[in-house]
């Protein structure tokens, strides 16, 4: 745990270590109109979005606590307390995988498969990512290395009968978990959300009480986009939650407060590498902390 905070740390560094240069002397109770104007712009660049930005400076000037603990809860309120996940009943608790094409969704499906068989549950994935044959061998590789057992068909075989054998396999064995990888790209958008609402459509066909989650994967890297794609995802997928990949690497985690500020939908996971291990549930304090300098103690001014 320790080793992915820091790896989170390391990867939120270069927002935070704009932060820092960017507010000076922090015990001093009056700060020049420039360096409000400089914090905005940090949270700016740190990927928070210019109208979250704005709302965050505001409502730290016009407290007379500490800038940077302002700061800190006011993050910190955008963060609601997260739902509890669905949980299945008498069934495969069912996890539908969505998101762009690159975005980490069969790597993530790998991590989450292994957290589930160190919990000591049974992990069936089905390969609904049927556009190149490629994904299906990359799913395998991770699912074998899990300890996992999938359902697969051919190349271009539809990503619905994928995704309907497996709940019906996973139902007849009685698998705990049943995750359904998607692909992110087909030969249109539209294609691609039709796609998805099918897939939808068949799960519940194959367990109505299925799929318990949904949730979309999100390049922590992409910046603005990635609010945009939750919106219409969400519309045909019904996501019930986020994951946000690549946050040991360029992005700047401000993305991370924009999404929670604009969507009811909590971030259930963050991946923070490559690897099986690279994956933390999501917590808002470490979150913060990691994307803010420290906090000095009372009386210490270092910048
Ligand atoms: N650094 C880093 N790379 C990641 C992370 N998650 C996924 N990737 C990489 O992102 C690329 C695309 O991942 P993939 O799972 O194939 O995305 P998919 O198209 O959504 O299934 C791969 O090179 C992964 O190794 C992460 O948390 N951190
Ligand atoms: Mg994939």
Known sequence: MGSLFSRLKKGLSRSRDSLAQLIPGRSSKTYSEETWQDVEDALVMADCGPALATRLVEKTRKS???????????????????????????SPFVLLVVGVNGTGK??????????????????????????RAAAVEQLAVWVERAGA???????????AAVAFDTIQRGVARQYDVVIIDTAGRVQTDKGLMNELAKVRR??????????????????????????????????????????????????????????????DLPIRYIGVGESLEDLMPFDADEFVAGLLPELAEEGENQA
Request: hydrophobic fraction near 40%.
């Open 64 to 90: 007379k606590k500490d800038l940077l603990a302002t700061l800190k809860s006011g993050m910190m309120e955008i963060f609601s307390e997260p739902k509890a996940m669905v949980q299945a009943e008498n």
């Open 106 to 131: 069969t790597t993530t499906i790998g991590k989450l498969a292994m957290m589930y068989r160190q919990q000591g549950k049974s992990v069936l994935i089905g390969a609904g990512d049927t556009f």
């Open 202 to 263: 068949v799960i519940e066909k194959a367990l109505p009480s299925a799929p318990h989650e949904v949730w979309h994967v999100v390049d922590g890297g992409t910046g603005q986009n990635a609010v945009v794609q939750v919106d219409k995802f969400r519309e045909v997928a019904g996501t019930t939650g986020l994951i946000v990949t690549k946050l040991d690497g360029s992005a700047k985690g401000g993305i991370v407060l924009q999404l929670s500020d604009t969507y």
């Open 149 to 159: 057992d999938m359902v697969r068909q051919h190349e271009g075989a539809d990503p």
